[in-house]
């Protein structure tokens, strides 16, 4: 029915943490392929539909077979960062729901709570690598 997630009983800051990170990451996936579709032409077409560790192993792969240089080097460095944040990710996205100690309802992962301040440090992560990322795509990658 119309309305029915009003019936979650859920906080404003802790779902706006929790959409926050979860559309940084969203960012931080899309600069990655448009560097793999920069870097090797017509990769988007592949890599649209694939899953972020699909997407992050590919980076990779991509980033590896570079001349290297300086710029390779960043770029690796970036695609090494984007596969453990793929993790975080996976954390927060396939987090169990459930009640934490104070009564608010959270989700977990591995037993551990994802509060909101854990969700922003995961917004800031996701943020920083994907500016890293977006200054080269329109820097040397351009």
């Known amino acids: 029915m119309k309305d029915d997630r009003l019936r979650v009983s859920i906080e404003d800051t802790y779902v706006h943490a929790l959409g926050l990170a979860t559309y940084c990451f969203a960012m931080l996936e899309w600069n990655v392929v448009w560097c793999c579709e920069k870097i090797a032409p017509g990769s988007i077409n592949c890599l649209a539909d ?33 596969k453990a944040l793929v993790e975080t990710r996976n954390g927060i996205m396939h987090g169990k729901p459930g009640t934490d100690v104070d009564g608010g309802q959270r989700l977990f ?4 709570v994802w509060t909101a301040d854990r969700l922003n440090d995961a917004a800031d992560r996701f943020t920083e690598c994907s500016s890293r990322l977006n200054a080269m795509l329109y820097g040397f990658l351009a």
């Open 50 to 82: 694939k899953t972020a560790g699909n997407i992050a192993r590919q980076f990779i792969k991509i980033v590896t077979a570079m001349v290297p240089s300086a710029d390779q080097v960043a770029l690796h460095t970036a695609a090494t960062d984007f």
């Open 109 to 112: 992962r591995d037993g551990a």
